[in-house]
């Protein structure tokens, strides 16, 4: 078990991003925190508390669906787990800016594939329209609320992916490791995602040397 946390946890960076991208907004009017307040500002603009505490409700459950009754407060302390979605958050303002100074853009037949294929939309494998509208209607979102963040999300993955798509494995790499049976495989798709993560943690802290960041760690202690 704990080598499958730390297994998770050195791969929290990529996880993040995936979560943020299926749980946009979701949770928006169930949580009963201040919003008046601010966890961190980066270059002017502020994370709410109520948009932290969203986003860590959503990693906490991440977590506890891959643990079960073996996540607890005891596990979540070694993980770390505010301090990382907050790091995670703000991560992602960073190379949001990246994204507009690099003019990153999502097509509109892109977001609308997104949303065409994403499966709470869907019902007996079909994308349907009612069900899109009800369903954000629920969450208190309009269509243009929800179709904007879904467009800075996908443009980070796009951005993500660029970071990525740099990287392979070196053949150093992969000494010790011959055979094409499925526990070689995955060593060797563990070891790209490893350095892929590297890269991108290391383009991140490059973007946050010029940027001006205020944290409140206070806020979630």
Do not use: C
């Not at 601010?38 to 603009?45: L, M, Q, R, T």
């Not at 899109?132 to 800075?152: A, G, V, W």
């Amino acid at each position: 078990m704990l080598k499958t946390m730390r297994k998770h946890a050195k791969f929290f960076y990529v996880l993040f991003f995936i979560v943020i991208l299926t749980f946009i907004f979701w949770g928006v009017g169930t949580l009963d925190k201040p919003t008046a307040v601010s966890v961190a500002e980066i270059n002017g603009e502020k994370i709410s508390v109520e948009e932290y505490w969203r986003a860590y409700d959503n990693m906490r459950q991440v977590y506890k669906d891959l643990y079960k009754e073996q996540f607890n407060e005891e596990m979540e302390k070694r993980l770390k787990l505010k301090e990382a979605v907050l790091s995670g958050l703000i991560e992602e303002r960073l190379l949001l800016i990246s994204v507009k100074e690099m003019g990153i853009n999502v097509t509109d037949r892109e977001l609308q594939d997104a949303i065409m294929s994403d499966q709470r939309f869907m019902r007996d494998g079909i994308f349907r329209k009612d069900v899109y509208f009800r369903t954000l209607q629920l969450n208190r979102l309009t269509p243009e609320m929800f179709e904007t963040s879904m467009r800075q999300q996908l443009a980070l993955l796009k951005m993500k992916r660029l970071i990525g798509s740099a990287i392979d494995a070196n053949p150093l790499d992969l000494r010790g490791i011959s055979g094409d049976d499925k526990k070689a495989i995955e060593a060797q798709q563990a070891i790209l995602l490893n350095k892929r993560d590297a890269a991108l943690k290391s383009y991140v802290e490059s973007v946050r040397k010029s940027i001006n960041i205020k944290v409140n760690t206070d806020l979630i202690s």
